[in-house]
Every structure is written in structure tokens, then in C-alpha cells.
């Protein structure tokens, strides 16, 4: 079982920054696949990034302006979140799949004000 606890959302102005990070129990964060999706109102849950094996994976919408990090050591994950725009005001939640089993968080929301 892992459990997953994100932190960091709240409101801010278009063109701002936020940092997310989401905690992780387990004893094997190291071979966890994490990611993060979205959830706007009105809208389906949608992958916004990933971070796997060494390589990180990103959401059309959000190159060039996210990125996903970790640290394996603290059993952490963290979104860095520059240029906000309006459209990116939604709740988004931390993923964690171990070897096909998958866990999340209870989100964390984003309000961008324009």
C-alpha cells in the first residue's frame, strides 16, 4: 500500500509560479513510476507529467513551462509550475504506480487568476 500526500496548490496570478510536491510511503520509491494529471471542472482527469527510470514524460499543453523532479531519498515528488495560465486551474493529484498498482493522492488545488 502507498500512500500519497500532496501539498504546495493555492491561487495565484497568470504568469505566476507554483511548486507542488507529493510525499510517498513504501519502501520501493526508487522503482515507483509517478506522475501527475488534473482534474478541471467539468473535465475528465488528465496526465500533466512523469517521471520514470531516469526520463520524464510531459502533457503538450504544459512543455516548456513544468517540470517534474524527485527525490528518492526524502520519497518525494515535486511539480514545478512556471508561466501559470488560467487554463491550467484545476486540482491536480499525485500519482504513484508500483508494477501495476496504482495510488493517489487526494490533490491539491490551483487556482490561476487572470
Known amino acids: 500500500q502507498v500512500q500519497l500526500v500532496e501539498s504546495g496548490g493555492g491561487l495565484v496570478q497568470a504568469g505566476g509560479s507554483l511548486r507542488l510536491s507529493c510525499a510517498a510511503s513504501?519502501?520501493?520509491?526508487?522503482?515507483?513510476?509517478m506522475g501527475w494529471f488534473r482534474q478541471a471542472p467539468g473535465k475528465e482527469r488528465e496526465f500533466v507529467a512523469r517521471?520514470?527510470?531516469?526520463?520524464?514524460y510531459y502533457a503538450d499543453s504544459v512543455k516548456g513551462r513544468f517540470t517534474i523532479s524527485r527525490d528518492n531519498a526524502r520519497n518525494s515528488v515535486y511539480l514545478q509550475m512556471n508561466n501559470l495560465k488560467p487554463e491550467d486551474t484545476a486540482i491536480y493529484y499525485c500519482?504513484?504506480?508500483?508494477?501495476?498498482?496504482?495510488?493517489w493522492g487526494q490533490g491539491t488545488q490551483v487556482t490561476v487568476s487572470s
Open positions: 517521471s520514470w527510470n531516469g526520463n520524464t
Open positions: 513504501g519502501r520501493s520509491f526508487s522503482r515507483y513510476d
Open positions: 500519482n504513484a504506480d508500483d508494477m501495476g498498482y496504482r495510488y
